[in-house]
């Protein structure tokens, strides 16, 4: 049986943000995982794929940069709060001088990270929906 809908997206997701060709797609889904095919994973070969992508050198743009875990977990974050892009935004510019978390060092996303945390627990859990960027 092989992995879910909700998973499925994420791989695609992840493609998607890494700029990823399709030939080097399947070629990192065969050597990581033994697949050519995102739907022929198991769950322990989306693991090791998950894995992959966050290791790899598409992990991050700069040695000091966001990384991709970061980026993934602040989307999380900001959607579980009910905000649209444009509100991350304002968010970002007006407590980060930012326009996007692209351009942040490591260190910046962390504190981004706790920010949206604390306010998350501030206004409790509330019921979550996908954060569009």
């Known amino acids: 049986?092989?992995?879910?809908?909700?998973?499925?997206?994420?791989?695609?997701?992840?493609?998607?943000?890494?700029?990823?060709?399709?030939?080097?797609?399947?070629?990192?889904?065969?050597?990581?995982?033994?697949?050519?095919?995102?739907?022929?994973?198991d769950e322990a070969g989306f693991r090791r794929l998950m894995r992959y992508f966050t290791r790899s050198r598409h992990y991050r743009d700069r040695r000091d940069g966001i990384t991709f875990r970061q980026k993934l977990y602040i989307r999380h974050l900001a959607g579980a709060l009910g905000w649209d892009a444009p509100h991350f935004t304002n968010f970002?510019?007006?407590?980060?001088?930012?326009?996007?978390?692209?351009?942040?060092?490591?260190?910046?996303?962390?504190?981004v990270i706790e920010s949206l945390k604390?306010?998350?627990?501030?206004?409790?859990?509330?019921?979550?929906?996908?954060?569009?960027a």
């Open 1 to 41: 049986m092989g992995v879910d809908r909700k998973k499925l997206a994420v791989i695609h997701i992840v493609k998607r943000e890494l700029g990823l060709s399709d030939e080097e797609y399947r070629g990192i889904l065969e050597r990581e995982a033994g697949v050519r095919s995102a739907r022929d994973l």
């Open 92 to 111: 970002l510019r007006k407590y980060y001088h930012r326009d996007s978390i692209d351009s942040m060092s490591k260190k910046e996303a962390g504190k």
């Open 118 to 132: 604390s306010i998350l627990a501030r206004r409790g859990s509330g019921e979550s929906r996908p954060f569009q």
